[in-house]
């Protein structure tokens, strides 16, 4: 299957501060990628869709000029957490896909103290 | 109603014994479905693929789609201490490769050495 990685595998940071996590097609271009955030014991929540070259698409609720994404090549996908408050700490996964199905990353841990 | 229901378990199951794992939806929408394997703090691995009625068997692991009933489940045989992990299941419509997957609450298995 293709492969996904992000970077990095988790964070520390203080409220108040940015926080950058890179989400990478290894063996595929990927035109769209999709970011999720997983709160302990839930399933995974999808939080916005990543379009190349042109804005994202966030879910309801999800606020975007806080959670800013960028698609500026066809194999990377950012997302920033910014002003982070302890409410955001949480596990972000990104996936991207070919024609059959979804492969994703190994995940982001971040931790706002 | 959740688009997809997903009982959360726990399931706790002897070495050996054959696992059912089991998913309804809602939409008749949904053309596309999958099974993720996800351990503790990791991102989610696919384990099985399939888009059609019927039985898809791979290795331990068969997936069967009853579209009728709007049901899939995943069977794994043999069950090892491996295999303990949190089960996803996830449906997408259309072109899985464009469109963010509707994920199952998961279901959390034990297998007992």
């Known amino acids: 299957g293709a492969v996904v990685s992000q970077h990095p595998s988790w964070v520390i940071c203080k409220s108040g501060t940015s926080v950058k996590i890179e989400c990478r097609s290894l063996?595929?271009?990927?035109?769209?990628m999709f970011w999720y955030r997983q709160f302990p014991k839930q399933s995974l929540m999808l939080m916005a869709t990543s379009n190349e070259g042109s804005k994202a698409t966030y879910e309801q609720g999800v606020e975007k000029d806080k959670f800013l994404i960028n698609h500026a090549s066809l194999t990377l996908s950012t997302l920033t957490v910014t002003s982070a408050h302890p409410e955001d700490s949480s596990f972000y996964i990104c996936s991207g896909g070919d024609q059959e199905t979804q492969y994703f990353g190994p995940g982001t841990r971040l931790l706002v103290l | 109603q959740k688009e997809v229901e997903q009982d959360p378990g726990p399931l706790s199951v002897p070495e050996g014994a054959i696992v059912s794992l089991n998913c309804t939806y809602s939409?008749?929408?949904?053309?596309?479905f999958m099974w993720y394997r996800q351990y503790s703090r990791k991102g989610p691995e696919l384990l099985m693929y399939t888009y059609s009625s019927g039985n898809k068997e791979d290795g331990r692991f068969t997936a069967q789609v009853d579209k009728s009933s709007k049901y899939i489940s995943l069977f794994i045989r043999d069950s090892q201490p491996s295999d303990s992990a949190t089960y996803l299941c996830a449906i997408a419509r259309g072109d899985t490769g464009r469109r963010a997957l509707t994920f199952g609450s998961g279901t959390r298995l034990q297998v007992q050495p």
């Open positions: 939409n008749s929408a949904f053309q596309y």
């Open positions: 063996d595929f271009q990927a035109t769209t």
